[in-house]
């Protein structure tokens, strides 16, 4: 059963991994994360914004929101999107529009881009299945969520207002399997990634959200997804990583 009540064991827990100190992370995810970031940013230099979706997603600005969405639509257009290029493109975002004013560090970022991945695999490993598989595309469902992490982190919000980012990000898990291998699914799993900042945005400036948005009794899981484990994350995250699938 889904949980119904008020208080999230799932949300605290992810909430919790986010803010965990840098020296209490997995040194192996965090050099993985770091590979995958390098990886990202030379996918995204040699990208070509002369086809579609980038190129209609280029009349959007350079903010934050957007930058995120057009990077997540150039790393989902080079190769098969995984749950990682959400949270890959938010951090590589991060790193170029406020990263240099906020003093913000390559470690900082690769840490950062370490929690969103294994919180997104973890969120996977609670609910994914074949039956989930065949409906949603993961990359833009899941990938979100680990995405929104991450940009708490680097925002430094508070529990609460990380709380809330997960929740507004919860709410808007979309994509569908149905459009595999077309640029909207490219379009799908950056838009993940615009959606995680606007979610962390909304949240930092007091938007609120409801608590047990991935567990609850009418949550993503439940909505979403035929299973829920929820012991993939309660009391799991953070004890070895899963790897940037």
């Known amino acids: 059963m889904h949980n119904a009540t008020a208080q999230s064991a799932v949300s605290d827990a992810l909430v919790a991994f986010a803010a965990a100190p840098r020296d209490g992370l997995d040194p192996a995810a965090v050099e993985v994360a770091c590979r995958a970031l390098a990886a990202a940013r030379e996918q995204v230099r040699t990208a070509d914004d002369s086809a579609q979706p980038a190129r209609a997603l280029a009349a959007l ?10 990077l997540g639509v150039r790393l989902a257009s080079r190769a098969p999107a995984s749950r990682a290029v959400p949270v890959l493109a938010v951090v590589l975002a991060y790193g170029e529009v406020n990263g240099k004013a906020h003093g913000t560090a390559d470690d900082d970022l690769a840490a950062a881009a370490a929690i969103g ?4 695999a973890r969120v996977a490993a609670a609910v994914e299945d074949d039956a989930f ?20 982190r680097l925002l430094r919000l508070d529990a609460t207002r990380a709380r809330h980012a997960l929740g507004i990000v919860a709410t808007q898990a979309a994509g569908l399997a149905h459009n595999a291998g077309s640029p909207i699914a490219a379009l799908e799993t950056g838009k993940a990634a615009a959606d995680a900042v606007e979610a962390a945005l909304l949240a930092k400036h007091g938007f609120t959200s409801a608590p047990a948005s991935i567990d609850g009794r009418r949550g993503l899981a439940a909505l979403m997804a035929y299973r829920f484990d929820e012991s993939a994350l309660v009391g799991a995250l953070g004890c070895e990583g899963i790897g940037a699938n």
């Open 61 to 70: 600005g350079s903010d934050l929101r957007a930058r995120a969405w057009r």
């Open 117 to 120: 991945i294994e919180a997104a």
């Open 133 to 152: 598989r065949a409906r949603w595309n993961v990359a833009s469902a899941l990938g979100g969520l680990g995405a929104v992490l991450a940009l708490a």
